[in-house]
């Protein structure tokens, strides 16, 4: 008996050992938008930096659904919210200071932006900077966690941020450069400018919604972090250092990862 017993536990050791790393891999099917600056090697991982005017290719990995709906949500460190003028697109869409919504530091860590319930209102109030067919709402699956965006951003805990959605393809003079919507062989182009002093970070991350779930507008797609941009100051010690702390923040993963194994 107790040698079936030891041979019963191998097994369920094994398979354990065996299905928990791939579960653990499993890929997020709502994480299917990528926004990089333009010409990112496909195989790359981010966030990707880079510095502003930023030249931005956005679109949908999902080659199953077409994307009828783009919103842009951008979410910014203290010292540049402090000394923000505004972050402008080549589009009429254009995120200015009184359009981000602050979280205070003492916010859980589990709390989740934006706000997953719908809201008809038009006007720019925070956290919308242009919306003017109302807010649809976001699936809770599509949100972020200000925890993992702080951490993203390397932003300690009990340190605020801020944030702002904006309507993307419906903002004027936005040219779709193919076939309507966006899918992975339609990519989108746009160009990001931030205006603002100080040692700022501004993360670019992509909110949609899928032509697939037609009588529903919510919010049912997003950007993982590591199809996203962190856009940063221009000083060469910035930026070996944004690049040296997401480089940590891939071997912490790795190393964890490792660990669970």
Same mark, same amino acid.
């Given at each position: 008996?107790?040698?079936?017993?030891?041979?019963?536990?191998?097994?369920?050791?094994?398979?354990?050992?065996?299905?928990?790393?791939?579960?653990?891999?499993?890929?997020?099917?709502?994480?299917?938008?990528?926004?990089?600056?333009?010409?990112?090697?496909?195989?790359?991982?981010?966030?990707?930096?880079?510095?502003?005017?930023?030249?931005?290719?956005?679109?949908?990995?999902?080659?199953?659904?077409?994307?009828? *709906?783009?919103?842009?949500?951008?979410?910014?460190?203290?010292?540049?919210?402090?000394?923000?003028?505004?972050?402008?697109?080549?589009?009429?869409?254009?995120?200015?200071?009184?359009?981000?919504?602050?979280?205070?530091?003492?916010?859980?860590? /589990?709390?989740?932006?934006?706000?997953?319930?719908?809201?008809?209102?038009?006007?720019?109030?925070?956290?919308?900077?242009?919306?003017?067919?109302?807010?649809?709402?976001?699936?809770?699956?599509?949100?972020?966690?200000?925890?993992?965006?702080? /951490?993203?951003?390397?932003?300690?805990?009990?340190?605020?941020?801020?944030?702002?959605?904006? *309507?993307?393809?419906?903002?004027?003079?936005?040219?779709?450069? =193919?076939?309507?919507?966006?899918?992975? =062989?339609?990519?989108?182009?746009?160009?990001?400018?931030?205006?603002?002093?100080?040692?700022?970070?501004?993360?670019?991350?992509?909110?949609?919604?899928?032509?697939?779930?037609?009588?529903?507008?919510?919010?049912?797609?997003?950007?993982?972090?590591?199809?996203?941009?962190?856009?940063?100051?221009?000083?060469? =010690?910035?930026?070996?250092?944004?690049?040296?702390?997401?480089?940590?923040?891939?071997?912490?993963?790795?190393?964890?990862?490792?660990?669970?194994?």
């Amino acid at each position: 008996m107790p040698t079936k017993r030891i041979v019963l536990l191998l097994i369920v050791l094994l398979h354990v050992l065996g299905v928990a790393p791939f579960a653990m891999a499993m890929p997020d099917p709502f994480a299917t938008l990528t926004v990089w600056p333009y010409n990112t090697p496909e195989a790359a991982e981010g966030p990707i930096i880079t510095t502003s005017p930023a030249d931005l290719i956005i679109y949908n990995n999902d080659n199953s659904h077409v994307l009828d *709906d783009l919103w842009l949500m951008l979410v910014i460190n203290k010292d540049a919210y402090d000394n923000l003028v505004s972050i402008s697109t080549n589009t009429s869409l254009s995120f200015l200071k009184a359009h981000f919504q602050g979280i205070p530091g003492n916010t859980p860590s /589990s709390y989740k932006i934006p706000p997953y319930q719908s809201n008809t209102g038009t006007t720019s109030t925070p956290p919308y900077a242009y919306r003017p067919n109302g807010w649809p709402g976001i699936e809770p699956n599509d949100q972020y966690s200000v925890g993992s965006l702080r /951490s993203v951003l390397g932003i300690p805990t009990g340190q605020s941020i801020y944030y702002s959605v904006g *309507d993307l393809d419906d903002s004027s003079t936005w040219i779709d450069h =193919g076939p309507t919507g966006l899918n992975k =062989g339609d990519p989108e182009y746009f160009t990001l400018t931030v205006n603002t002093g100080g040692d700022w970070k501004a993360l670019v991350l992509a909110l949609g919604h899928t032509d697939n779930y037609p009588d529903n507008p919510i919010l049912n797609v997003h950007s993982p972090y590591t199809r996203s941009t962190i856009v940063i100051v221009s000083e060469p =010690g910035t930026i070996l250092a944004a690049l040296a702390f997401v480089s940590s923040l891939g071997l912490y993963k790795t190393r964890n990862k490792l660990r669970k194994k």
